[in-house]
């Protein structure tokens, strides 16, 4: 993505070679509204936040002023460009030269189609790529609501939908681009203490924590999210532990996706729960994965490996013999 951006940047330069080139060649200023027309076109393809996205919207007074405001702007550009050309072609001392007015406007007309081909603003907006500031200050509160409108379904499903229906529901909804915006959503939807989710937890946890997610590295922080998810519940932890420890493991670049080891840590270290039906000896087992968990984390982030807490020693059994 970043290579298009780059690409793309570099097609738009003939955006401004074309006016450039009419005011060189001694063009009058009657073209400038075919070049104003091919510029309103590029910031409508390249840069679709800034206009009006619906007929109704189109309707109403502040979308017509930002309109025009945006069409005065290049008016202005294009006439600075065409004076720069003129300029240019004074200290030149170049004459009128013989050339089609076509060909200006086709060199600036060829940085629409060039640039479409390269860029899909709402596909990198949704990746979280931008072209400037400005168009990332315009996609930013879209973007997230967006994100949160489309995990709405999904906190909708109750907790007795089958694992299989709520499989589906979760790929189809976080198979995006958007994918880490809409996990962000959904995650902190889940963090209210009040609400269960228990068969959306699990497939949660077990969609974050599959290797084509981590792996890329295209959705961050998935293993944090799918260990907010799953919470203090004993039995999502212990399926989230085993993967958790074979993914550091295969992929130790992705250690800054998991959660701090202190916070894995402390959890390590939670009283029992009495309510649990998990047995107090595979609740210890569960101590024990998280907190080889946190080492692992912390050695692939390049932090000093604590050392294992040393088993308690066994009590000695001491006995004594009488003689008669």
Not at 188 to 194: E, G, V
Not at 273 to 290: E, K, T
Request: charge should be negative.
């Amino acid at each position: 993505m970043l290579t298009r951006m780059r690409l793309v940047k570099g097609a738009a330069a003939l955006l401004y070679i074309g006016p450039l080139i009419a005011g060189l060649c001694g063009f009058g200023w009657h073209m400038l509204a075919p070049f104003v027309a091919i510029f309103v076109v590029w910031l409508m393809v390249l840069r679709p936040e800034q206009w009006p996205t619906s007929p109704g919207e189109w309707l109403t007074g502040p979308a017509w002023l930002a309109a025009l405001a945006q069409i005065l702007s290049q008016v202005l550009l294009v006439g600075v460009l065409f004076g720069i050309g003129r300029g240019l072609g004074g200290l030149a001392n170049i004459g009128a030269l013989v050339v089609d007015p076509i060909l200006p406007l086709a060199v600036s007309f060829l940085s629409i189609p060039l640039c479409r081909m390269l860029w899909d603003a709402k596909e990198a907006a949704a990746q979280g790529y931008f072209l400037d500031d400005e168009a990332a200050f315009a996609h930013a509160d879209n973007a997230v609501g967006q994100a949160a409108m489309a995990v709405i379904p999904l906190l909708n499903l109750p907790d007795t939908a089958p694992d299989a229906q709520v499989t589906q529901a979760v790929a189809a909804a976080l198979d995006v681009p958007a994918s880490d915006l809409r996990l962000d959503a959904v995650t902190a939807a889940l963090a209210h203490p009040d609400r269960s989710h228990a068969a959306l937890r699990r497939a949660l946890v077990l969609w974050a924590t599959e290797p084509e997610i981590v792996a890329p590295g295209h959705v961050p922080h998935s293993m944090a999210n799918a260990f907010s998810i799953a919470g203090g519940n004993l039995d999502l932890l212990r399926l989230y532990v085993p993967r958790a420890l074979a993914l550091i493991a295969a992929f130790p670049n992705r250690a800054a996706d998991f959660p701090p080891p202190a916070r894995l840590i402390d959890a390590a270290g939670a009283d029992p729960d009495p309510d649990s039906d998990l047995p107090a000896h595979l609740q210890a087992d569960l101590s024990d994965g998280l907190r080889a968990l946190a080492r692992s984390v912390e050695a692939a982030l390049g932090g000093p490996v604590r050392p294992l807490a040393a088993p308690d020693p066994a009590p000695v059994v001491t006995t004594t013999h009488r003689t008669a």
